[in-house]
C-alpha cells in the first residue's frame, strides 16, 4: 500500500494574509521550485525561499484596479514547460456587471504581471447586465481554459444565466498577444475542468443528480466542443448537509454538489462532487466518477465515504506519472473540520490529514473549492492548499494551510 508523505505542512499567519481570511477561503496554491503562490478569497501570499517566509500579496492593490474593485475568487497556477505563472482574478460588480482578470508572469516568480480584463459586455453587448463568478483554471499542453458562471443581475437577481469556457494559446499568453475561444453553455453550470489534460481538455458538470455531462474540446485550434452522459449510482444532493463538529457547528450548512474536482490520466476522466447521506451513506461523503473517454464506459466509482465522518470539497491533480493527487476536508464523528490530502493507489484511496480546526464555523458556512496542483518543474509531487479554524469560530481564525506531499510506493 502506498504511504503519502508530507514534506511540507505550513500554517500562513497573519502577517501573510494581512488579516483577510474568511470561512469561504477557497484557497490555490502553485509551487515552481522555490517559487510559492498562495490565494485565499481576499488576499495572496508568496513565498520565495521555498515556503521558509512568506510576503502579504494585496490583490485589491497589486495590480490596478477594475469595475468596482477587487472582490474575492482567484486562482493561481503554474505552467512547467514556459515557466509560466498565471493568476485569475474576479472583480466586484459596477453598474450590475463586472470583469475578470487573466494575469500573467513570464518572470519565473508570481510577479511582474502583465494582465488583460474580460467583461461581458465585451463579449457580447447583450450581456451588459451579467456578472462573472465561480471560475476555475487548467491548462493542457498548450493552452490555458477558464471557465465562469454568468449570473443576471436584473430581476430576479442571482440567477444563473449560463456558463462559458475560454481557450487561450498559452504561447500568446507568453508573447502578450492575447487570442482566444470561448463557449456558451446554456445546460449547465459550475464546470470543472481537468488537472492532466494534454491534447484535449475535459470538463464536468451534473444539473442535478444524474447523469453527469462530460465535455470535450480538443486544443486544436477551431476545433468543435462535444459531450456524452454518462449515469452512475444514484446518489443525493438534497438539502441541508448535516456534519456537525463537536461544539455542534454544521460545517456543510453551505455546501452543495457542484464538482469540485476532475482530472484526465490517458483515456480516463475522473470527476469529484460532494454528494448528501442516503441509504447506506449515513454521513456526507465524496462521490467519485471514472470514465473512459473513448468508450464513454464506466470504469469504476472510487467514492470517499465513512459511516461516521463526513468528506467533502475534493480537488484533485494527476503528477508526472499519473498517480492522482488529493485535497479536501472531512468532519463530524467528534472531529473539527479537518484537512486531508491523498493518493489513488490501485483504485483505493489511501489519505493523511494536515491540520486540524479547533471550532466549528459559527455561522455554519465553510468551502467552496480547493486546489490540488503538481509541483513544478519536476511534476512528482503534488502541492495542496487548505485551511483550518484555530483558537475561534469566526472568520479572524482561519489559518490557510499550505501542503506540499508525496507518495512512496
Not at 454518462?230 to 457547528?249: E, I, K, L
Amino acid at each position: 500500500m502506498a504511504q503519502v508523505n508530507l514534506a511540507q505542512n505550513i500554517g500562513l499567519d497573519a502577517a501573510t494574509t494581512g488579516g483577510s481570511t474568511g470561512l469561504i477561503h477557497e484557497p490555490t496554491a502553485a509551487a515552481f521550485n522555490d517559487e510559492l503562490y498562495y490565494t485565499g478569497n481576499w488576499f495572496a501570499g508568496h513565498s520565495s525561499d521555498g515556503g521558509t517566509t512568506w510576503a502579504h500579496v494585496d490583490p485589491y492593490t497589486a495590480l490596478p484596479s477594475a469595475a468596482g474593485g477587487f472582490c474575492c475568487d482567484q486562482v493561481t497556477l503554474h505552467e512547467r514547460n514556459r515557466n509560466l505563472w498565471l493568476w485569475v482574478l474576479q472583480y466586484s460588480k459596477a453598474g450590475g456587471t463586472n470583469v475578470f482578470r487573466l494575469a500573467a508572469s513570464t518572470s519565473g516568480r508570481p510577479a511582474g504581471w502583465f494582465y488583460w480584463d474580460f467583461s461581458p459586455a465585451a463579449l457580447n453587448p447583450a450581456w451588459a447586465n451579467l456578472w462573472f463568478d465561480y471560475p476555475d483554471a487548467a491548462t493542457t499542453n498548450d493552452h490555458l481554459y477558464i471557465t465562469y458562471n454568468m449570473f443576471d443581475n436584473t430581476a430576479p437577481k442571482n440567477r444563473l444565466i449560463q456558463s462559458l469556457v475560454f481557450k487561450l494559446p498559452l504561447d500568446g499568453i507568453v508573447n502578450r498577444n492575447l487570442q482566444y475561444e470561448y463557449y456558451v453553455i446554456n445546460t449547465h453550470g459550475s464546470l470543472r475542468l481537468t488537472r492532466g489534460a494534454t491534447s484535449d481538455m475535459f470538463f464536468g458538470s451534473h444539473q442535478t443528480i444524474n447523469p453527469l455531462r462530460v465535455f470535450q474540446w480538443p486544443d486544436a485550434a477551431g476545433s468543435r466542443l462535444s459531450y456524452f452522459d454518462v449515469t452512475g449510482a444514484n446518489w443525493s444532493a438534497t438539502d441541508p448537509y448535516t456534519s456537525q463538529a463537536p461544539d455542534g457547528a454544521n460545517w456543510l450548512g453551505r455546501i452543495d454538489s457542484r464538482t469540485t474536482g476532475a482530472w484526465v490520466v490517458g483515456s480516463q476522466a475522473g470527476f469529484l462532487w460532494t454528494a448528501n447521506s442516503s441509504a447506506g451513506r449515513p454521513q456526507p461523503y465524496v462521490k467519485a466518477l471514472v470514465v473512459d473517454t473513448g468508450t464513454q464506459a464506466i470504469v469504476s466509482q472510487p467514492d470517499i465515504w465513512d459511516n461516521n465522518v463526513a468528506w467533502a470539497y475534493p480537488a484533485v491533480c494527476p503528477n508526472v506519472n499519473g498517480v492522482v493527487g488529493l485535497s479536501l476536508f472531512y468532519g463530524g464523528g467528534g472531529n473539527y473540520p479537518t484537512h486531508a490530502v491523498g493518493v489513488m493507489d490501485a483504485g483505493a484511496w489511501v489519505l493523511a490529514g494536515t491540520v486540524a480546526s479547533t471550532n466549528g464555523p459559527t455561522d455554519s458556512t465553510w468551502g467552496d473549492y480547493l486546489s490540488c496542483e503538481t509541483v513544478d518543474p519536476n511534476g512528482d509531487e503534488w502541492v495542496a492548499s487548505g485551511y483550518s479554524l484555530q483558537g475561534g469560530n469566526t472568520r479572524q481564525f482561519i489559518r490557510p494551510q499550505y501542503v506540499r506531499f508525496g507518495v512512496t510506493p
